[in-house]
């Protein structure tokens, strides 16, 4: 497990990258909108995982999600949702 403290203003896709990267994940890594950069994903497949981030709404590229996969992101948003 990894953790760095960021200020509140900052974007979390700015430090994923180097939080993703030593962890050498595998199989599915499912994301929200707002991890979706370029970094991240490369870091993410270079880990020899798969990224299922969907693209935000204002890029030209659109990312194809599996919805399934992608479903099982809000039940374990919804997990630490009622910890908090």
Not at 10 to 37: H, I, Q, W
Request: proline residues 5%; without cysteine.
């Amino acid at each position: 497990m990894r953790l760095v403290l960021t200020p509140g203003q900052a974007s979390d896709k700015t430090t994923a990258p180097s939080l993703v990267g030593p962890l050498g994940l595998k199989g599915d890594v499912v994301a929200d909108r707002g991890y979706f950069a370029q970094a991240v994903i490369a870091a993410i497949e270079a880990s020899g995982a798969t990224a299922h981030i969907p693209s935000q709404s204002n890029v030209r590229l659109v990312r194809t999600v599996d919805r399934t996969i992608y479903r099982e992101r809000n039940r374990i948003e919804r997990f630490f949702n009622r910890l908090k």
